[in-house]
């Protein structure tokens, strides 16, 4: 892991006068910049060739001769050839000359890799980088150790395929779209076993997917996406935050969904699996009675992130749950960073963060918002790794 003496000494270099919101221009990009120019920053977008558009055209900054924005959401754009050259010494050194503070998200982590990420990039990250590695499953010290660690709900795991005693989902990643899933459900042996010939066959997975697949008990319940925000700065009221909750859109699972059941019964006859790649999300609520359970939830991974991961987890995070009939949640996933999902409450907030904080009130803002204050009251080394 790169040392924080490094970081720290890469910060001090910095303008904090002229600090810029920098992010990977995927996943949950444009909800960071708009974030970050509702705070009153400039922001940097670092794009892949080809995959620029989005960001360097549609949604590029225009403002008037006295700064104030007119449109748009990203005021630069720093394009290379594949998104892992960000490492790149020269493209480190253009961003810290420019004074850009990083947002980490899952395509940043994905594309660069994660041992990158720890030992290479140089730029002071806004959040838990020592995280950011508890997001590949398998690891010796995964979200899995750290949920049980903290002693909070989670599917429960199945050893081997000859395990398989009802509905089992099996996690493993796509062999060809990298940063999506080559998801599974069986509920037996035989199914697992039908299942995975043809998806190997389809080129969905590998041939030797086991490796690093993870098999889980199926909870039968609706997805929620816990948007939390835990502040280190926060002194007068509580450092967590629920900002808001989403849920996603998997093709082509939703579609599949949609049929009669006598029609997915066919497709499925036919060799037709559904996949779960995410292809967009929404907002939700949760009944009121629920919300307990969720802070309790977010609580017990902060102080076991604490104890774990010194300084523990700084800034957004999403626990990923299911909700079983019983009105009990199931922690299936984790993102120590800014979650997937939140594009969606860009601009017009999340519905907690925004009754919070009585106005618009979205994770990319409230990310920003932190990073102000911490400029303000000269405490970024607090919210910086």
């Not at 089992?168 to 080559?182: C, F, P, S």
């Not at 009221?237 to 009669?260: A, I, K, M, T």
Request: proline share 4%; aromatic share 10%; net charge negative.
């Amino acid at each position: 892991m790169i040392s924080r003496e490094e970081i720290l000494a890469n910060l001090r270099r910095y303008d904090l006068g002229k600090i810029k919101v920098g992010v990977v221009a995927s996943h949950s990009a444009l909800d960071t910049c708009d974030g970050a120019i509702s705070e009153g920053f400039r922001t940097v977008a670092v794009c892949q060739k080809g995959r620029d558009r989005t960001f360097a055209n549609y949604f590029r900054t225009q403002r008037d001769t006295s700064g104030n924005v007119l449109r748009g959401v990203v005021d630069e754009t720093v394009q290379v050839g594949r998104f892992k050259d960000i490492m790149l010494p020269e493209v480190q050194r253009s961003l810290m000359e420019n004074n850009v503070l990083f947002v980490p998200n899952r395509s940043f982590v994905s594309y660069s890799g994660i041992d990158a990420v720890e030992n290479r990039f140089e730029v002071p990250i806004v959040g838990s980088r020592n995280l950011l590695r508890s997001e590949e499953r398998g690891d010796e010290r995964d979200y899995y150790w750290i949920l049980e660690k903290a002693g909070l709900p989670f599917p429960k795991k199945v050893e081997k395929p000859e395990d398989i005693d009802g509905l089992t989902i099996v996690k493993v990643h796509h062999k060809e779209k990298k940063l999506e899933r080559g998801f599974f459900t069986a509920k037996d042996y035989e199914q697992f076993a039908d299942k995975s010939a043809e998806l190997i066959k389809q080129g969905v997975i590998e041939e030797n997917f086991l490796k690093e697949a993870r098999m889980e008990q199926y909870i039968i319940g609706p997805v929620f996406n816990l948007d939390f925000f835990r502040s280190p700065l926060e002194e007068r009221g509580e450092q967590l935050e629920l900002l808001g909750v989403d849920w996603r859109f998997e093709s082509s699972l939703d579609g599949y969904c949609r049929l009669p059941g006598k029609q997915q019964v066919e497709l499925e006859e036919d060799g037709i699996i559904p996949e779960y790649t995410v292809c967009g999300h929404n907002s939700a609520t949760l009944r009121e009675s629920l919300l307990d359970k969720a802070f309790e939830m977010a609580e017990k991974y902060i102080e076991a992130t604490k104890k774990y991961y010194n300084p523990g987890i700084i800034g957004p995070f999403c626990l990923q749950t299911c909700v079983d009939k019983d009105l009990n949640f199931h922690i299936y996933d984790v993102a120590p960073r800014i979650g997937g999902g939140t594009n969606v409450h860009m601009s017009v907030g999340h519905p907690y963060g925004n009754t919070l904080w009585r106005k618009e009130m979205s994770t990319g803002r409230r990310l920003s918002a932190e990073i102000r204050r911490a400029v303000e009251q000269e405490r970024v080394d607090e919210i910086v790794t």
